[in-house]
């Protein structure tokens, strides 16, 4: 039991299942067949942005391209199927490695150049974005095929769980297993806690910076892809709102921002807090202009948490460490 | 095969403005321990990055066993089995002692997935090795200074280094925990057959385990690979600072004339410093000893309000006072702290000389609406600059730019 409470996911499931009880005890309705699956439809693609957030800061970095990407897949995926008549799986194809080689270019300018990503991906923001509204000129593609409707509104039998959310789920497993199994992930962590040490042992920064941005960019356009079935249309605004949620989940979930330091439960435990937190404002009928506050005040809250506990842990201890 | 097994001849190394190393040689034999040495600046931390492949040499060649080779970044040398141990930077602090030492070669299941179990048992071999008491599950972060630099030396034998780098090792250990090192390494030495160059500013320790010396100054070898036998200490401090030792004579001992300007009074910190007593005369110079990690610097830190002091008094000049920031510290009491860590906290590294030597005294210089001059300060400064020979090419009191400070 203590050492569950010290893993940075155990609080934030007691936050998420208190203040779940809490708001079902108010309301009723937040526990209706309905706000469950709109709860878990938002859940579904939060995750994985989050996640494409998360690996960028693991290595010390940040992406603030990640809605920009996901836009740009997201009207070439609809796009290549409505104006080209490709078919879906190709379309989703092509729209990953849309989404991986715009990864790529973040990561190889960064890595090569070593100006902060921050820079990198403000720049590539308005590329990416600039794309996007040159091929559509603002305008959404309504065509979206049958087949990708039907997946975006199938629920598992007669639960409300969405279909939409088995991918997410996948994903996050196997980041689990990345960050925390494989040998690259490591050394996206170990990169992350000091690049000079990393360096020193021997750790290409090239290859771990340029990998963990193209991971981030596939999924980003995973979450593009996925918000166009949701949607059923691909229109130019996809992943202009991502970008604060994107660092709220893991930075709700201990994620430290200057890198070495996330968990991918803890992260995907954030979202679950955000969209919970989201949802009960509508439930509560809070005016949906308002939410945006909530959402910054969550992270400073987040931030303050984390920082209090790394003052604990580190500072004192890096001082008098004698025995 | 040759005796050495590690040789570089005549390297030189050049960086802007600076020549490093200026026909630098140096040569390990095989199963030596190499002192090398010189004062702060003197180019050994070049040579060691030129032989762990961080830095190449502009010219100059570099043998292994022998072998002319090339090194062109960090892994190389490590292929070849050389290692170096930083005082503690080379750890990642949020792994495990385990996976540390095996994060250059993680052993993997039959999935492609890291082993952790396997990672427990094989560094466990390494640290016993050592005769280390350390759980590979303990995070690195929860050791102490003294087991971590352990914990890097059974790194560097986990990934078979034949030749490895210590570089002050013993700056922030305890005299046992230094003896147990060198009882280490003379191990590794004999069993191992690793060779080690070690760089320390403590000539005890070099005469204690070191066979031979090399002894750099301003770039140049003031001698190569010398047999320590035919050295004493005092050639030793001719060879490294190029003139005899000149102990210094205090200029005057202050008895029991008490003209205390600055005492601290059963003084406790925010930093965890407990019942910590000074006294500072008048013209007097105190040295505050101790240990990396002891929290000297800190002290210090919480002395002048960077830090909090929490309990105690604070004297100066007769008068109980309360220290709230650097600000206040230099100001009001003239109490004025000069970094050890010149490069984060001593100074704005991309400000020219005028601005550096004169931040602290801009609001005493400055005229009406806060408006310096380069004129003004060179005027304040110019005489400190040039007693303290600092070398910089901006030519005081010429310069009439007018900037807003």
């Known amino acids: 039991m203590a050492t569950l409470f010290k893993k940075d996911w155990f609080g934030l499931l007691i936050v998420v299942i208190v203040s779940g009880l809490a708001i079902a005890a108010v309301k009723p309705a937040f526990l209706s067949h309905f706000n469950l699956y709109v709860l878990m439809v938002s859940t579904s693609y939060m995750l994985i942005i989050a996640l494409a957030q998360m690996i960028i800061i693991a290595i010390g970095q940040m992406n603030l391209s990640v809605g920009a990407i996901g836009g740009l897949v997201a009207i070439s995926f609809s796009g290549l199927m409505e104006v080209h008549q490709i078919s879906v799986p190709v379309a989703v194809l092509i729209g990953l490695v849309i989404g991986m080689m715009c990864g790529f270019l973040n990561g190889y300018i960064t890595a090569k150049s070593g100006i902060s990503a921050f820079i990198i991906t403000l720049a590539t923001l308005y590329i990416f974005k600039g794309i996007n509204l040159g091929i559509t000129e603002a305008e959404p593609f309504y065509n979206i095929p049958e087949t990708v409707k039907n997946f975006g509104n199938a629920k598992l039998g007669n639960t409300p769980i969405p279909f939409l959310i088995v991918i997410p789920i996948i994903i996050t497993f196997l980041m689990w297993v990345f960050m925390n199994r494989t040998e690259t992930g490591r050394h996206m962590l170990a990169y992350g806690n000091s690049v000079q040490s990393a360096e020193l042992i021997g750790i290409s920064s090239s290859k771990v910076v340029i990998t963990a941005h193209v991971i981030s960019g596939f999924l980003a356009a995973t979450a593009g892809i996925l918000v166009v079935c949701r949607l059923q249309l691909g229109t130019p605004n996809i992943g202009d709102s991502w970008l604060l949620p994107s660092f709220a989940a893991p930075v709700i979930g201990g994620a430290i921002l200057a890198g070495g330091k996330v968990d991918v439960i803890a992260t995907a435990l954030g979202v679950l807090i955000v969209v919970i937190i989201s949802q009960a404002l509508v439930i509560f009928k809070i005016d949906p202009f308002f939410v945006q506050i909530f959402l910054g005040v969550m992270i400073l809250i987040a931030v303050l948490v984390n920082r209090y506990r790394e003052y604990k842990q580190e500072a004192l201890r890096k001082i008098f460490n004698s025995e | ?405």
């Not at chain 2, 050295?231 to 205090?250: A, F």
């Not at chain 2, 990396?292 to 002091?309: F, H, S, Y």
């Not at chain 2, 400000?351 to 001059?373: C, E, M, P, Y």
């Not at chain 2, 110019?382 to 010429?398: G, H």
């Open chain 2, 1 to 405: 095969m040759s005796e050495f097994c590690l040789e570089i001849s005549s390297a030189n190394k050049s960086f802007p403005g600076v020549k490093a190393l200026d026909q630098a040689s140096f040569r390990l034999r095989k199963g030596s321990i190499h002192a090398l040495l010189g004062e702060n600046g003197a180019g050994k931390s070049t040579l060691i990055k030129i032989i762990t492949g961080v830095h190449k040499q502009d010219s100059g060649k570099l043998f292994i066993n022998g072998k002319e080779e090339t090194l062109n970044n960090p892994n190389d040398a490590t292929k070849f089995g050389i290692s170096v141990v930083h005082q503690e930077r080379n750890l990642i602090r949020r792994f495990s002692v385990g996976e540390n030492l095996m994060l250059n070669n993680l052993p993997k299941t039959a999935l492609g997935l890291i082993d952790y179990d396997e990672i427990t048992i094989k560094s466990k071999k390494w640290l016993e090795m050592m005769d280390l008491d350390i759980d590979p599950k303990t995070v690195v972060s929860e050791l102490t200074v003294a087991k971590m630099q352990l914990c890097e030396i059974a790194k560097a034998l986990s990934l078979r280094a034949k030749i490895l780098l210590l570089d002050e090792p013993t700056s922030s250990l305890s005299p046992q925990e230094s003896e147990n090192l060198f009882a280490l390494l003379k191990k590794i030495v004999r069993d191992e057959g690793v060779s080690i160059v070690f760089v320390s500013h403590k000539l005890e320790e070099v005469f204690n385990i070191c066979d031979d010396v090399t002894v750099l100054r301003d770039g140049e070898n003031a001698c190569t690979s010398e047999d320590i036998k035919n050295l004493d200490r005092q050639k030793l401090v001719r060879l490294m600072i190029g003139r005899d030792e000149q102990i210094v004579k205090s200029a005057r001992k202050i008895e029991n004339a008490k003209d205390i300007i600055l005492a601290l009074k059963n003084v406790k910190t925010e930093l965890g410093h407990k019942n910590i007593d000074l006294e500072l005369n008048r013209s007097e110079i105190i040295g505050l000893y101790g240990l990396v990690g002891a929290g000297r610097t800190e002290l210090m830190k919480c002395l002048i309000g960077q830090d909090k002091i929490t309990d105690g008094d604070v004297i100066v000049n007769g008068k109980k006072v309360t220290i709230n920031s650097p600000k206040t510290a230099l100001e009001k009491f003239k109490i004025g702290y000069i970094s050890e860590d010149r490069k984060k906290e001593g100074l704005i590294l991309i400000h020219n000389v005028l601005d550096n030597t004169s931040i602290t005294v801009w609001s005493q210089i400055r005229k009406a609406f806060g408006f310096v001059t380069d004129g003004m300060i060179a005027n304040k400064v110019d005489s400190y600059i040039r007693q303290l020979e600092v070398k910089t090419t901006i030519k005081l009191s010429v310069n009439f730019k007018f900037i807003w400070r």
